[in-house]
């Protein structure tokens, strides 16, 4: 065989030897800036919480009698000041009942009347001292024999009959004066429906939605306009109950909100006292500065955990993440060096910093920056 064959075989062998395979692979395992060791997050911690934006004032205006819609004033995004008209429901019913009201009031008013002059006629002109019949001698003789000789004698008592008649007169009255006090409670009654028939603005502020059109028929109860005051807005979060006793009223936090590039400060503005039995959160409402955003809107309020150096939240580079699909994950150095990837719960972002809420623990190794697969 010649020399200058077997000289290039011992080559090809030399360099394809484990022993140099397996010192390449210890460089690479020792390369200082392939792995990151995870550490303990120094300083607070912030967790971003979706919210939403939401008007100062919001009130829904639902019918309060049965009927059909005559007018709506306007459509969404229309303002309106406090006390103008909104929407009326048709009460032409209702005007009868108040006519048949106010004539069973005029006819208690003239038997009141009619009361009070019997009663006067009776007071000053008894018909217990007036003759029971007759002209001339008879009545006189019964006026002047036939009556007092009754009341000697005990067959009639002329001051008994007297006040009898008198009180009957007055019981005439109470029940007139009684009958004009409930034609009065009707009316009142009926006018009260009549103002339930028209739906006015509460206060300065735009119709947001409607729920009828003219000519629906509508029962009590049933929506019929949303009307919200969207001068002043908030931003209503559920925080997490373990965050919640952080928080108190006139804070000021960070915000982002959509097509905005920098952070906007809002101020705590209720913290609500009862925490969500089902979720375990706490509803929080935020101010926020006029005219940035309209309700509706989604916002991420920048809320401090001052929970997190006890559950072990961490700190870990930006480039670290990689996101499958919707889901974040990182890939965690196992024990025998094998690369793992594992999944995590992504919070706050500070510069090329990312906050790991959950998924990673202080000591772990992770590739510090992997390359897309």
């Known amino acids: 065989m010649p020399r200058n064959f077997l000289v290039l075989l011992a080559t090809i062998a030399l360099f394809s030897s484990p022993v140099f395979a397996a010192d390449d692979e210890q460089q690479v395992a020792e390369d200082p800036g392939k792995w990151y060791k995870v550490q303990a997050s120094g ?67 003239a038997e009141i009347q009619n009361a009070q002059v019997q009663y006067s006629r009776e007071l000053w002109s008894p018909r217990s001292r007036q003759a029971m019949g007759g002209m001339g001698m008879p009545n006189l003789f019964d006026q002047m024999f036939s009556r007092p000789l009754g009341d000697t004698f005990g067959d009639t008592d002329s001051d008994a009959e007297r006040h009898a008649d008198l009180y009957s007169s007055g019981t005439r009255i109470q029940q007139a004066q009684n009958s004009a006090l409930r034609a009065q409670a009707e009316i ?71 097509l ?26 935020f101010d926020i500065p006029q005219g940035i955003s309209r309700p509706g809107a989604y916002v991420k309020v920048k809320i401090p955990d001052n929970t997190a150096s006890s559950r072990g939240i961490v700190k870990i580079p930006v480039s670290a993440v990689q996101y499958r699909g919707s889901l974040p994950g990182v890939y965690v150095k196992g024990t025998d060096g ?36």
């Open 43 to 109: 300083g607070g911690v912030t967790i971003s919480l979706g919210g939403s934006v939401i008007p100062f004032k919001e009130v829904t205006l639902a019918a309060q009698l049965p009927g059909r819609v005559n007018m709506i004033a306007g459509i969404e995004g229309d303002a309106f000041r406090a006390e103008d008209l909104l929407i009326t429901i048709d009460n032409r019913e209702l005007l009868a009942q108040r006519g048949a009201a106010m004539a069973q009031l005029a006819t208690a008013n």
């Open 188 to 258: 009142q009654a009926i006018d009260s429906k009549l103002r339930d028939a028209k739906s006015v603005a509460p206060f300065d502020g735009v119709i947001t939605k409607k729920f009828v059109e003219v000519g629906d028929t509508v029962q009590p109860g049933q929506p019929m306009l949303q009307f919200a005051n969207i001068e002043y807005l908030q931003v209503v979060v559920d925080v997490p109950s373990r965050i919640a006793p952080g928080l108190k009223e006139g804070d000021m936090l960070n915000a982002e909100f959509e």
């Open 260 to 285: 905005m590039d920098r952070d906007v400060p809002v101020r705590v503005a209720q913290v609500f006292p009862m925490a969500d039995i089902v979720r375990h959160t706490v509803k929080v409402k």
């Open 338 to 373: 094998e690369e793992l990837l594992r999944l995590v719960r992504v919070g706050e972002t500070s510069g090329d910093m990312v906050t790991i809420l959950s998924g990673l623990q202080v000591g772990d190794e992770i590739l510090r920056d992997p390359p897309i697969r």
